[in-house]
């Protein structure tokens, strides 16, 4: 599979975002900001995390309008997967191309920590390969991570199976860390093929980094 | 001419920051602070013939980078 990488001014994940699929046997190939098109034969699209443009306004709001965004765009449209992690979320939710936005975190610091999630669906190209109601133990590192969504819109996308992370106790049960709605971790859009999650399943990849329930996550992709 | 942009969050989207502020008002002694809401405050200075074009303007900047209307409501001022 050849995976797109996203690079911003302030994106600090690429790096490891590239280790982590080529590790499971990919090509990567970065794509800076400025350009205007995706190369060849892309089949996945990550938007990693990071702090672009210093997060001034809102978080993900000036990246959003990038160049590159546009053919990011044009790809999920023609069907194209694509991946937000953390800032990459943050980016997404303000591009209109996932719904709800990320707010400050209730207590208002920034939490960095290894945190358990409870997979919610897995009826998608992302958690395939991932139980539903299987506890997953993968880092987090965000001040901006309190996901917001109208009551309507989370009913439906309840209804549609867009739910796909939430965070939990280590035997599955929801509990509060930024103060999300229903303690959402990650969403996907309405057909499925643009996903966004806050935790970095990229940086659990190594046992010995303390988890590699990443591995699982982004092998989904490969289906 | 200068237009002012205040961005708030949504009434009924709890607001981190103002409750914040608010535990801290009252943990200081000063009492009868019923709500704290905290927004932001952005300054333009624009080219613009009349009033109404620059409210114009600015709408269109506000709807589309200034204020994210998924969480955020926004009043535009003309100084």
Redesign the interface.
């Known amino acids: 599979m050849k995976v797109a990488v996203l690079r911003f001014p302030g994106t600090n994940c690429e790096f490891d975002t590239q280790y982590a699929f080529e590790k499971l046997g990919h090509e990567t190939e970065l794509i800076w900001h400025e350009e205007t098109t995706l190369p060849e034969g892309i089949e996945l699209v990550v938007v990693p995390g990071g702090f672009s443009y210093g997060d001034y306004?809102?978080s993900g709001?000036?990246a959003r309008?990038a160049p590159v965004m546009k053919a990011v765009k044009a790809f999920a449209e023609n069907g194209g997967k694509v991946l937000g992690i953390c800032n990459g979320f943050q980016i997404l939710?303000?591009a209109g191309m996932l719904p709800?936005?990320l707010?400050?975190?209730?207590?208002?610091h920034f939490i960095s920590k290894h945190q358990t999630l409870c997979v919610v669906n897995n009826d998608n190209a992302f958690l395939n390969k991932c139980e539903k109601g299987e506890v997953l133990n993968i880092p987090i590192a965000h001040a901006d991570g309190?996901y917001?969504i109208d009551e309507e819109s989370l009913a439906q996308m309840e209804a549609n199976g867009q739910i796909l992370l939430r965070y939990s106790d280590a035997e599955g049960n929801r509990t509060v860390v930024n103060?999300s709605v229903t303690s959402i971790a990650g969403v996907c859009n309405e057909t499925k093929n643009v996903f966004g999650l806050m935790p970095h399943p990229e940086r659990a990849m190594e046992v010995i980094l303390g988890s590699e329930d990443g591995i699982r996550m982004l092998q989904g992709f490969e289906a | 001419m200068k237009v002012i942009v205040n961005v708030f969050l949504k009434e009924g989207v709890l607001d981190p920051q103002g409750k914040a502020a608010h535990h801290a008002l009252h943990s200081l002694g000063f009492e009868g602070v019923n709500e704290v809401r905290i927004g932001k405050q952005i300054v333009l200075d624009i080219d613009a013939s009349d009033k109404a074009e620059a409210e114009a303007k600015v709408k269109e900047m506000a709807e589309t980078l200034l204020a994210n209307t998924v969480i955020e409501d926004y009043t535009i001022e003309i100084a």
């Open positions: 306004l809102r709001s000036i309008f939710t303000e709800g936005a707010k400050r975190n209730n207590n208002l309190n917001y103060g």
